[in-house]
């Protein structure tokens, strides 16, 4: 980062953390006091990982050419035996459009590239995270996963995501406070969740609470204070100001959610503790109780895990966000709309999909047959294999380990020897080897999960914690990028050409070939209502 843009930042953060460090005081958009109790101890790292293959040290150090870098692409089309150049840029790619030039008559339009799932489509350019999945690499603004999950804390982390720079002492001072000064919920959003069923999915009680709490800042809202309130003149603080907030209140937002089925009122915040600690701390001490202080090794731990969520290059999750974000819509409701993708069970879901499936083995004498039955296709295996990862997925090695620390503390998982057997017995397999089918971050982030008491239902709501930074990283970079424009997407139509209005008497009865509303069965309470009758007065 210059210096010029590291000190405006440390300006920012200053004023909105409230000035030189001073007796915690009370949140910004709260509802009641954060209590400021001294932190007990500190806590120490449990990861363990040395530097991978791919430090500064190794060959792996220089960056390589991306795709084989500039040059030009001849495109020959067969139709019409024109042959087309099309520049391939630095970073190995081609512009979709410069393919609309390629025509051969018919409706006079170019011809369209094709990608569903966008496998293989770049949508924008990031200087944020990169993954090489056939090399097993996941690094944050170029520092390897397994460095900062050793030597760095989240909310380092966060800062490194969305200001591209490690924090000298002083910006990680300020940031941290004025993150954990804003960790306090409005009452509206506490009345809103409280309002939900008790049984509630926490997901869905968790999306409640970030769309409340976008209700509560009108004067961030583009739809409402204009369109450039983010580009405006003071830019920098409109954004920081609602980066610290959303941090900040996730984490909170997500401890309502736990005790909206526990029943128990939420303490309020700790601005005094680390990130993870602080959450910890909202989801165990009793409401008053200052003085109560998580384990400090799980307290790491947690914070690890956050680590390794925080980004993860352009998933379904952080593409819904840039999508969302391209509109100019107000950037809680990006965040409310990535965490909805995240919601899905073929993306946060996974990790609960994973311990369900090792539950259902139950023992490592049945993983012999659980394996077969995949092969069969009669089972299927959660937690091997990824989109992007062909080698191996670096933070499930790392995960691993948090997983033995969590266990020395709380207790072993007798789940976790079922999940060695099954790693062992599938590594060793050519069927999974062919496929390169290799442990994912999913398959022992729900054991770690599981052992710190958390239900099944609530793992994706502590993915979608600390992913929280990596969409508001990638929302920040998008407002600056001068190739940003609204999300709009081809498509290869398919369906009728032209068709005439019929009147109701000329259709026949019964349309062919076309879809048509269910026949949707009856409640029961609906029966019950319908077969009783009015008293006449």
């Known amino acids: 980062m210059a210096s010029s843009s590291s000190h405006r930042l440390s300006m920012v953060l200053n004023h909105l953390s409230g000035g030189a460090p001073a007796p915690a005081p009370a949140p910004s958009d709260s509802y009641e006091s954060v209590c400021a109790a001294p932190c007990a101890a500190s806590v120490s790292t449990t990861s363990q990982v040395a530097s991978d293959a791919h430090s500064a040290s190794s060959s792996a150090s220089k960056k390589p050419v991306f795709g084989g870098g500039k040059g030009t692409l001849a495109v020959t089309d067969s139709r019409t035996a024109k042959t087309y150049q099309i520049e391939i840029n630095q970073n190995g790619a081609i512009k979709a459009t410069d393919f609309k030039n390629i025509k051969a008559g018919g409706d006079g339009a170019g011809v369209k590239v094709f990608d569903p799932g966008y496998v293989n489509t770049a ?34 982390s966060a800062y490194l995501l969305m200001y591209g720079s490690l924090p000298s002492k002083t910006q990680l001072h300020q940031w941290e406070r004025a993150v954990m000064q804003h960790s306090a919920l409005p009452q509206s959003v506490v009345d809103a969740v409280n309002s939900l069923p008790h049984d509630a999915h926490p997901m869905g009680v968790l999306l409640t609470g970030i769309n409340a709490l976008s209700l509560q800042h009108p004067e961030a809202n583009p739809a409402i204070s204009g369109q450039n309130v983010y580009n405006g003149r003071d830019k920098n603080e409109v954004r920081d100001k609602q980066i610290v907030r959303i941090i900040g209140k996730m984490s909170a937002i997500a401890a309502l959610a736990y005790h909206r089925a526990t029943g128990r009122t939420m303490p309020s915040p700790n601005v005094s503790l680390g990130y993870a600690e602080n959450f910890l701390y909202m989801l165990d001490a009793h409401s008053g109780n200052v003085n109560y202080r998580p384990h400090p090794k799980l307290a790491r731990a947690l914070d690890i895990m956050f680590i390794l969520h925080a980004d993860h290059e352009m998933n379904c999750s952080t593409a819904a966000m840039r999508h969302l974000a391209s509109s100019g819509v107000d950037v809680y409701t990006c965040v409310a709309g990535a965490v909805g993708a995240l919601y899905g069970p073929l993306h946060g879901g996974a990790n609960e999909a994973v311990l369900r499936m090792l539950m259902r083995i139950g023992s490592v004498d049945e993983v012999p047959r659980f394996l077969e039955g995949v092969k069969a296709r009669r089972e299927k295996l959660f937690g091997f294999g990824h989109r992007v990862y062909k080698n191996f997925d670096p933070r499930a090695t790392i995960i691993r380990r948090v997983a033995e620390e969590v266990f020395q503390i709380v207790g072993r998982d007798p789940l976790i020897d079922v999940a060695k057997a099954l790693q062992d017995a599938a590594l060793s397999d050519d069927y999974f080897i062919k496929r390169k089918l290799y442990p994912n971050v999913d398959f022992y982030s729900g054991l770690v999960y599981r052992s710190m008491g958390f239900p099944p239902e609530y793992f994706t709501v502590l993915f979608a914690i600390p992913r929280a930074t990596g969409y508001l990283a990638h929302w920040r970079e998008s407002l600056d990028d001068e190739d940003s424009r609204i999300v709009r997407p081809q498509q290869v139509y398919t369906g009728e050409w032209l068709r005439r209005y019929e009147a109701m008497d000329g259709r026949p009865q019964v349309a062919g070939g076309v879809d048509a509303v269910s026949d949707l069965p009856m409640s029961n309470a609906t029966r019950r209502r319908l077969v009783g009758s009015s008293v006449a007065k």
């Open 123 to 156: 949508a924008c350019k990031s200087a944020i995270s990169y993954i090489d999945g056939d090399k097993g690499i996941l690094r944050y603004r170029g520092y390897p996963i397994e460095e900062l999950a050793e030597n760095s804390t989240y909310l380092e």
